[in-house]
């Protein structure tokens, strides 16, 4: 066999379709974004001042395990610190969780329309994903249950799922975890779990703390601060213990750990964006469900809406982009090319899209 005459990246790196960002509009427009998910109203001004008192000693290493930000968390959401681990986005975390429990030959499963990030962590890892068809957009326990094989390792579980806005119960969890090996890592990623109103959900806390293979991971992101990358997961003593391990050692920055801790203790933020949200989800779902659109009930700070067809969501884009409204297109990253997904956004923002949708023209 003859050396390659160039390096080579491990197997499965090169079958990585890269991951596709929402379009931020045309450089120096004015364009709202609606395509990432984020806050239509700032950051925390706590989590800022916090962050510009840290940038003040940026000559000095950050603390490692990011103590001060894993102690506001263990106390705000009444977890015990030490099974905390934070990450540079969940993102870090979420790969970090595929390089240490997945490898060649293992399969992870995940719902069709689930999180695109999996796929990529998971051939990186060198395995193979599954992707398991869903019901009417929503995961489906025995059709995950039903993937399941000896090779399977993990099972990724966004709850609620982006970019379906979909959510499994309390119950439905449960019923997955219980139909899983004990040697099958479920990792239930509540990237969404502040905006959630629904009453049978469960972040996932629960579980995490019943079960030796069970993690919760979340993130600042959607609430404010995703330029600061700041994730954290939650789970039993031995998974911690691996990921610090393979964690890079000063994964967070310091200004980051700051911001975060005091965004997390900030409460009556969290409460505010969370009723804007509460209020304008249901006020889009409704101004949007009629003319030729099929909202799919949101548990998140966006929804999906399908048109009648790929050609019908492409024009709706079109003619939102030209109104200064940059919304997702799903087509490319998940599949579902007849349906766009529209962050909540300000009052404004929110009575302009329904304005522009609700007088087009939709027909096919
Ligand atoms: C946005 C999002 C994340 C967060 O990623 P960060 O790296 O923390 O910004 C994680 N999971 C899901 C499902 C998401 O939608």
């Given at each position: 066999m003859t050396a390659p005459n160039r390096p080579q990246p491990q197997p499965g790196i090169l079958d990585i379709a890269p991951y596709l960002p929402g379009k931020s509009g045309?450089?120096?427009?004015k364009a709202i974004k609606?395509?990432?998910?984020?806050?239509?109203?700032?950051?925390?001004p706590k989590a800022l001042a916090a962050m510009v008192e840290a940038a003040?000693?940026?000559e000095i290493y950050p603390e490692g395990s990011s103590r001060v930000l894993r102690e506001a968390l263990g106390e705000v959401h009444g977890v015990?610190?030490?099974r905390i681990v934070c990450g540079n986005g969940s993102d870090d975390l979420l790969h970090l969780l595929a390089q240490t429990y997945l490898g060649e030959g293992d399969e992870a499963v995940m719902n069709r329309y689930g999180f695109s990030v999996y796929p990529i962590i998971t051939k990186a890892a060198g395995a193979s994903i599954v992707m398991v068809d869903e019901d009417d957009y929503r995961a489906d326990v025995d059709a995950l249950l039903g993937a399941v094989t000896p090779r399977t390792k993990v099972v990724w579980l966004a709850n609620p799922n982006n970019p379906t806005g979909t959510y499994l119960t309390s119950a439905e969890v449960a019923r997955l975890h219980a139909g899983l090996r004990p040697d099958i890592l479920l990792v239930i990623d509540s990237a969404y779990a502040e905006y959630v109103t629904a009453a049978?959900?469960?972040?996932g806390l629960d579980l995490v703390g019943a079960h030796d293979n069970v993690v919760m991971v979340r993130t600042f992101s959607k609430m404010g601060l995703a330029a600061a990358r700041i994730g954290w997961m939650v789970g039993p003593d031995h998974v911690v213990d691996a990921i610090n391990r393979i964690r890079g050692p000063f994964n967070v920055n310091l200004p980051a750990q700051m911001a975060g801790a005091a965004a997390a203790r900030d409460v009556a933020f969290t409460a505010e964006l969370r009723r804007h949200n509460a209020h304008w989800r249901e006020w889009l779902t409704t101004a949007l469900s009629g003319n030729r659109m099929r909202v799919i009930p949101s548990q998140a700070n966006f929804v999906m809406v399908l048109f009648d067809s790929p050609e019908t969501a492409a024009r709706a884009f079109e003619t939102l982009a030209d109104a200064g409204y940059i919304v997702r297109e799903?087509?490319?990253?998940?599949?579902?090319?007849q349906a766009l997904r529209i962050s909540i956004g300000s009052e404004a923002a929110m009575r302009a899209v329904a304005d522009v949708l609700g007088s087009m023209d939709l027909g096919k």
């Amino acid at each position: 066999m003859t050396a390659p005459n160039r390096p080579q990246p491990q197997p499965g790196i090169l079958d990585i379709a890269p991951y596709l960002p929402g379009k931020s509009g045309k450089p120096g427009s004015k364009a709202i974004k609606l395509s990432a998910n984020e806050s239509p109203l700032g950051a925390s001004p706590k989590a800022l001042a916090a962050m510009v008192e840290a940038a003040s000693h940026l000559e000095i290493y950050p603390e490692g395990s990011s103590r001060v930000l894993r102690e506001a968390l263990g106390e705000v959401h009444g977890v015990d610190p030490a099974r905390i681990v934070c990450g540079n986005g969940s993102d870090d975390l979420l790969h970090l969780l595929a390089q240490t429990y997945l490898g060649e030959g293992d399969e992870a499963v995940m719902n069709r329309y689930g999180f695109s990030v999996y796929p990529i962590i998971t051939k990186a890892a060198g395995a193979s994903i599954v992707m398991v068809d869903e019901d009417d957009y929503r995961a489906d326990v025995d059709a995950l249950l039903g993937a399941v094989t000896p090779r399977t390792k993990v099972v990724w579980l966004a709850n609620p799922n982006n970019p379906t806005g979909t959510y499994l119960t309390s119950a439905e969890v449960a019923r997955l975890h219980a139909g899983l090996r004990p040697d099958i890592l479920l990792v239930i990623d509540s990237a969404y779990a502040e905006y959630v109103t629904a009453a049978d959900y469960s972040v996932g806390l629960d579980l995490v703390g019943a079960h030796d293979n069970v993690v919760m991971v979340r993130t600042f992101s959607k609430m404010g601060l995703a330029a600061a990358r700041i994730g954290w997961m939650v789970g039993p003593d031995h998974v911690v213990d691996a990921i610090n391990r393979i964690r890079g050692p000063f994964n967070v920055n310091l200004p980051a750990q700051m911001a975060g801790a005091a965004a997390a203790r900030d409460v009556a933020f969290t409460a505010e964006l969370r009723r804007h949200n509460a209020h304008w989800r249901e006020w889009l779902t409704t101004a949007l469900s009629g003319n030729r659109m099929r909202v799919i009930p949101s548990q998140a700070n966006f929804v999906m809406v399908l048109f009648d067809s790929p050609e019908t969501a492409a024009r709706a884009f079109e003619t939102l982009a030209d109104a200064g409204y940059i919304v997702r297109e799903i087509g490319p990253s998940y599949g579902i090319p007849q349906a766009l997904r529209i962050s909540i956004g300000s009052e404004a923002a929110m009575r302009a899209v329904a304005d522009v949708l609700g007088s087009m023209d939709l027909g096919k």
